[in-house]
Structures are given as C-alpha cells and as structure tokens.
C-alpha cells in the first residue's frame, strides 16, 4: 500500500500562483510514476501532469501546458505541483496518484489516491 497526502491548496486570485505537495508513505515511492489529477465541481476528474519514477519524463495536460510545472523528490517522498497565472477555470479538487505504469494519462492506470486539495482561484 502506498499512503497519499496533498497540501498547499487555498484561495488565489487569477494570475497568482500555488504550490501542491504530495507526501507518500508505505512502500517505496520512487517505485512509482506519480501524477495529479483534479475534478472540477460537477465534471469528470481529468489528468494535469505526470512524471515518471526518475523525473526523466513528465507529461502536462494541453490546459495547463507552460503555466504548471510537476516535479518529485524521491529522497523526501515527495512529489510537487507548481501552478502559476492560475485560471478561475483552475479551480478544483486536486489530487495525486501512484501507478506502477509510467506515462499513463488514465486515471484507471492509478492504483493510489490521495484525499484532495481544493484549490479555489478567484476572479
């Protein structure tokens, strides 16, 4: 079992920037392609950003491409999402994910989730 816990959600106002975290525990996180997901009130949860278990490969939706950075940091079980000029269209429950599969864009793929953090961004 791996363990999942994100942070650094909140309120932001358009154009400004958040940091997620995603700390694991359980069983060996650089055994793991990690990547965040997020789901928006009344919509279906869609893939933001993957990266693979040596940072070698990271993958970045379309809508977030060039604003959000994804990057991990295996000595501290730790995986983190950079958001910047954050969109009120940004706006949702962010979550991590484990998979033993790198690059995968599904959510089916994920076998760990963590609980979410909301990130509000206001206009």
């Known amino acids: 079992q791996v363990q999942l816990v994100e942070s650094g959600g909140g309120l932001v106002q358009a154009g400004g920037s958040l940091r997620l975290s995603c700390a694991a525990s359980?069983?060996?996180?650089?055994?793991?392609?990690m990547a965040w997901f997020r789901q928006a009130p009344g919509k279906e949860r869609e893939f933001v950003s993957t990266?693979?278990?040596?940072?070698?490969?990271?993958n970045y939706a379309d809508s977030v491409k060039g604003r959000f950075t994804i990057s991990r940091e295996n000595a501290k079980n730790t995986m983190y999402l950079q958001m910047n000029s954050l969109k009120a269209e940004d706006t949702a429950v962010y979550f991590c994910?484990?998979?033993?599969?790198?690059?995968?864009?599904?959510?089916?793929?994920?076998?760990?989730w963590g609980q979410g953090t909301q990130v509000t961004v206001s206009s």
């Open positions: 994910a484990a998979s033993t599969f790198s690059g995968a864009l599904s959510a089916r793929s994920y076998n760990y």
């Open positions: 359980g069983r060996t996180f650089s055994n793991y392609a």
């Open positions: 990266i693979s278990r040596s940072s070698s490969f990271t």
